[in-house]
Structures are given as C-alpha cells and as structure tokens.
C-alpha cells in the first residue's frame, strides 16, 4: 500500500470526516443535519467549485480588474459557485464601491446555493495592506507585525487584529489571510521578515494568538500562514521552492509551535505553504502538496480540524513545476480543503471531478472537504 492509501485508510478508519455519520445525527443535533443535507443536495461539481477561491476576474473570465459584481458574475457564479473570491487592490477603489461590491457578491452566493461566500483579502498590516494601503480608505496603517514583535506586548497585537477586523468587516469582507505564523530562524529571510512576529516561536504563539482573538472578535475568520513555516526559508515561493532544511524535531520545537496553538484553538484556517522539508518527507514536494506534512502532520498527529488551504496556485513554486491539473489533483490528495488562486477555474474543477469519477480520489475525501467548509460558514450567519 503506498503512502497516499494507507493515510486514505486511516482517515476512514477513525472516521475523520466532520459531518457525523447518519446514525450519530440524533446525538450530534441538527448542526450535523443541516450540513449532512447541504452536502447531499450538491452536485459533483458544486461540491468542487465549494473547495476553490479565485480571483473576481478568473470567474468572470475577464482581463481587467472587477470592480463591480453584477450580471457577468452572478452568471460565471450560477455555471461554477465557487466557495471564496479572493480581492486584490485593483479590485478596492474606496468604502462604498468595496460595501456594494462584497454586498452584492453574497446576494449572488445566497441566491444560488443558499450559503454565504468567504470574501478574502490579505490584510496583514505593516507592508501587505490591500485596504489601509489605499489612501482613498482614510484608515491609518497598522504597524508591520516585526515592529509589533519587537515590543513584546501581546496586546498591541490584539489590538491590530481588532482594527483591522474592524474595518474589514465594515466593508464586507468574511476571510483575512492573516496572521503570520512563520517563526523567523533563518536570518537570511527576506520574504517575511517584516511580516513575522519574531524569532521566538512563545512570542510569535503569544502574538498570533491575540491578533487572532482581536480579528475574530469583530466577525472576521483568520488563517494562520504559512504551514509548515516559511521563516527558515531563504528563497521566494512567489518565484519558485522555498526550501526548510529542518528536521521535524527542530520543526516540532520552533516553527511547529504556533500552529500547534492554531489547533488547539480552532482557528478556522491555515494556509499551506510551497515549502519543501526534505529532512521531514525524503521528498521535494511542497508542503502544499504533500500528505505527509498535511494529512499525516497537521491534520493525525497535530490534531487539526479546521479548513487548510493552499497558497495561491498562481505562484511560481507551482506553475514552474506542475501542471495546474496536476498541482489541483495533488493538493487535494494532500489534504487540502480549499485551493487558492488557480489561474483557470475550468481547468482547477474539471481536474478533480475527473479524478473522482476516475477514482484517484474518493468522492468521500470531497464530502470530507465541503463539510468542513459549509460548518464555518453556517458558523458566519
């Protein structure tokens, strides 16, 4: 049995799939029901465009940036009902076009599939910023998370996350790609540099941790970045591998750390990274597509329940070394709940229909995916 089976064989024998099996639903309630019901009332394909978050202009399939969410995309909506668009700065002109637009998306959303659509940006603070970086939002920067670190106040990160979600969830927004929970050890780093709280993985815990309470306090869902830690690392995933050469007890007692506290908490997202771990896996996979890290270590031994997502599948860490068929077949092999930022919906979504009516993947696996997804929206109304 190769590797990929024997962690299929596991999952099933422990039952990790979240909605509770028909004959449990009487003592897990109707929470279980509702999502059991949602599931089954899907098609394949909805199923699979749940697990996928794209860019506003690959569902419309237009070249300039969307500003607006009107017929085109309740249309490109109705054909793929995807589970997340995610907004970049070209998308945000100011408050009122960012209120009508994330306003009218889930108009569209609840129309067609009766449940809400995670409305994504980055907003970190400090150096990636797409709302507060925009002058025409009037809302003062929050410092970058090195200099918030540096003072070693876990409330000044409460804080952050609170402003920020704040604003956030004025405009509309569900889903903040934040915070960063890379521990910074490799010195070198220039990726996250600014972006991590530290080098000190109890400070970085303290950190992210706060800032996770003050975001999700105002309404908005986080995702800690990027699993399993991109502070080791020299090179830049946006270009190609960043590669971790840590051993996985080194992981365990550094970089691991706040993700573990992620865990333990219930954070509803972690984001993976295309990191290799050679000295963890043999392997120069990344981490994003890798069961080992994800199925086998966040998921058996780290205990985590919540919604993992790819990095974007736009960078070029994956487009320079797999197809995007390939990559979007793999990352849900990997364990992978939902796919970020596949340069082709059509392609992303037919991908892994064809492997699950070909039997590369278990339509169980799906089901396992879109329930985890439908129980933290549910969680949003």
């Not at 490799?186 to 109890?202: L, M």
């Amino acid at each position: 049995m190769n590797r990929i089976a024997a962690i299929f064989a596991v999952l099933l024998c422990l039952a990790l799939v979240p909605c509770a099996p028909a004959e449990e639903e009487s003592r897990t309630g109707s929470g279980d029901e509702r999502i059991r019901s949602l599931v089954d009332s899907m098609t394949l394909r909805e199923k699979v465009a749940q697990m996928i978050v794209v860019r506003p202009e690959v569902l419309a399939g237009v070249s300039g940036p969307v500003t607006v969410a009107r017929e085109a995309t309740r249309e490109a909506f109705d054909r793929c009902p995807v589970g997340g668009i995610i907004y970049m700065g070209s998308n945000l002109k100011n408050p009122e076009q960012v209120k009508q637009l994330c306003s009218d998306m889930q108009k569209i959303s609840m129309d067609r599939i009766g449940l809400p659509v995670f409305l994504c940006v980055d907003e970190e603070g400090g150096t990636v910023a797409r709302v507060s970086g925009n002058r025409d939002f009037g809302i003062s920067p929050v410092p970058r998370m090195s200099k918030i670190g540096a003072a070693g106040d876990p409330e000044k990160a409460r804080e952050a996350g609170e402003k920020i979600g704040t604003y956030l969830s004025g405009l509309g927004f569900n889903v903040d790609f934040a915070p960063v929970a890379d521990v910074l050890t490799n010195p070198k780093n220039t990726v996250v540099r600014a972006r991590s709280f530290g080098s000190d993985p109890e400070l970085v815990t303290e950190m992210t941790g706060a800032f996770f309470e003050g975001l999700s306090s105002k309404g908005v869902l986080a995702c800690y970045k990027h699993f399993p830690g991109h502070g080791a690392t020299a090179e830049d995933s946006h270009k190609g591998f960043a590669a971790s050469k840590r051993t996985l007890e080194q992981l365990r007692q550094s970089e691991l750390v706040p993700f573990q506290d992620a865990a333990d908490r219930g954070v509803p997202f972690i984001m993976s990274g295309h990191i290799t771990a050679a000295k963890v896996t043999g392997k120069k996979t990344p981490a994003s597509l890798s069961p080992e890290l994800l199925t086998g270590l966040l998921r058996e031994e780290m205990g985590y329940d919540g919604i993992i997502i790819t990095d974007s599948l736009s960078m070029g860490a994956i487009t320079k070394n797999y197809s995007l068929k390939k990559a979007a077949v793999m990352a849900v092999l990997a364990g992978n709940d939902m796919l970020l930022m596949p340069g082709s919906l059509k392609t992303c979504v037919s991908a892994i229909v064809e492997a699950v009516e070909e039997g590369e993947i278990p339509e169980e696996r799906i089901d396992e995916s879109v329930c985890r997804i439908i129980r933290a929206k549910l969680q949003m109304e």
